[in-house]
């Protein structure tokens, strides 16, 4: 069974500092995808990333980026120079690669808090 | 804007009632994901619809039931309602991501129950 834990239950940082939200999965298939969402205030889920299990690069999108390490079962996501804007519960999911059915199960997710 | 649509966006009932959640799917999407966010279970995934027929099933209770229309929409029906099935009830609609054996999902903004 697919598993997906996220320690971190809340993180609290000032402004401009860098963050690193973990993720640990757990899964029986070679083949598979993590992704990453944040879901803010207002409660829509937003797509962050998704990443395959055959790719290990490095990641990083601005001030974001992504360290997936398959050898630790972990996809970890720093934030850098964190803005007040970033404050919202991010979510770590995974999918197995069953195509036609992508279900994801998810973290508990970490609420992460930018204090101005 | 995901383009997945979904009616309500609240709903405030009392238990024992029952509601019906209504999902519209991205033009020409053919399957529709149902993902529950309570307090007490996080978000899990509930059950997916492929071109109207049953393709998985997640933890859903009995109380609840959903279906995929000819139109694809589709409509996640609660019963019973406790109010331990106060959360954020989210649809996802997913196609093909080229050149990859995967589905990608789009999430709606959600249906926030509350049973008092």
């Known amino acids: 069974a697919q598993k997906v834990t996220q320690a971190q239950t809340e993180i609290s940082v000032v402004e401009k500092e860098d963050v690193t939200l973990d993720c640990v999965y757990e899964t029986r298939d070679t083949t598979y995808y993590l992704f990453w969402y944040k879901q803010p205030p207002s409660g829509e889920l937003v797509f962050l990333i998704r990443r395959n299990s055959f790719d290990e690069q490095n990641e990083i999108s601005g001030r974001y980026s992504w360290n997936f390490q398959k050898s630790t079962s972990s996809f970890n996501f720093t934030i850098t120079a964190s803005q007040v804007v970033d404050s919202a519960v991010y979510f770590c999911a995974l999918s197995e690669s069953n195509f036609g059915n992508e279900k994801l199960t998810f973290g508990t997710g970490t609420r992460l808090t930018i204090i101005p | 804007d995901s383009g997945v649509t979904q009616t309500p966006k609240h709903l405030i009932t009392a238990t024992g009632q029952r509601v019906t959640l209504r999902c519209s799917p991205r033009s020409g999407d053919l399957s529709v994901y149902w993902y529950q966010q309570s307090l007490d279970q996080g978000l899990q995934f509930l059950i997916q619809y492929y071109n109207g027929e049953e393709r998985a099933k997640g933890n859903i209770l009995e109380r609840f039931s959903a279906q995929q229309f000819p139109d694809l929409h589709s409509e996640l029906n609660l019963s019973s309602l406790e109010l331990g099935d106060s959360a954020l009830y989210f649809c996802?609609?997913?196609?093909?991501?080229?050149?990859?054996?995967?589905?990608?999902?789009?999430f709606g903004p959600g249906t926030r129950l509350t049973v008092l």
């Open positions: 996802a609609s997913s196609v093909p991501v080229a050149g990859a054996n995967y589905n990608e999902q789009f």
